[in-house]
């Protein structure tokens, strides 16, 4: 293997790196770029497999150690997530035993449960989704 053979490896990283956002191939060419120059300057192809590996797993660990954190997106509540905290009204009287009832929260009927007997009117907040239903809780006594 000859320098040119580590320079491909390394534009093939660098293609994937462009084709994904893991921020995790870009390491590997940082490896293989550093095995170009060894290569280059005679080093054999046990060695240059070597250094690749080391260089590219030590830049890896480090990235992620020291810059990882800062690279991870705030998680953003999605779909029926959203709801979580909400407030709303019960629409139709809320009854834990027949598992009956309706809540309109942000503009939207859901179908309700809770712990307690909740009668129509009454706000209340959303606390949890099971399933279909969102698990609900009086906010007014």
């Known amino acids: 293997m000859n320098a040119f053979f580590w320079i491909g490896v390394m534009v093939l990283f660098l293609i994937i790196e462009a084709a994904t956002p893991m921020l995790i191939s870009i ?19 046990s060695g240059c497999i070597l250094i690749f590996a080391v260089v590219s797993a030590i830049a890896v660990v480090v990235f992620k150690k020291f810059f990882g954190d800062k690279f991870k997106g705030k998680h953003e509540p999605t779909n029926a997530d959203r709801l979580i905290g909400a407030e709303g009204v019960v629409e139709s ?17 859901w179908s309700a449960k809770a712990k307690e007997d909740i009668p129509a009117g009454v706000k209340v907040k959303v606390s949890a989704i099971e399933g279909v239903k969102l698990v609900v809780e009086r906010t007014e006594v």
């Open 93 to 109: 009287d809320i009854e834990p035993v027949l598992g009956k009832g309706t809540v309109l929260v942000q503009g939207n009927l």
């Open 27 to 45: 390491w590997f060419a940082l490896g293989a770029l550093i095995a170009a120059v060894c290569s280059y300057f005679g080093m054999g192809d």
